[in-house]
């Protein structure tokens, strides 16, 4: 994986630690259990209705985040 690429798992776990909130809680937001959440923060990629619910709970827009990342790629590919 190139420094460039963003790895959902650890951006939802970061978010999850800046607003103090606990995998406990993110699982009864997106019913799951506490146990695949901590298995989501490994993750490099999910689905995106997934994306979309965690976003929703957490209040975030994960989609523009990445939109971002990748329009910032371009620009320094192109340099």
Same mark, same amino acid.
């Given at each position: 994986?190139?420094?460039? !690429? &963003? !790895?959902?798992?650890a951006l939802i776990r970061? !978010?999850?630690k800046k607003q103090?909130?606990? =995998?406990?809680? &993110? =699982? !009864?937001k997106i019913c799951c259990s506490r #146990?695949?959440?901590y298995k989501l923060f490994k993750k490099?990629?999910?689905d995106l209705s997934l994306m979309q619910k965690i976003g %929703?709970? &957490?209040?975030?827009d994960l989609f523009a985040y990445f939109s971002e990342?990748?329009?910032?790629? %371009? %620009? #320094?590919?192109?340099?």
């Open positions: 994986m190139s420094q460039n !690429e &963003l !790895e959902i798992g970061q !978010e999850m103090g909130r606990k =995998a406990s809680w &993110l =699982a !009864e #146990t695949n959440v490099t990629s999910i %929703k709970a &957490l209040d975030i990342n990748q329009h910032n790629n %371009k %620009k #320094t590919d192109n340099e």
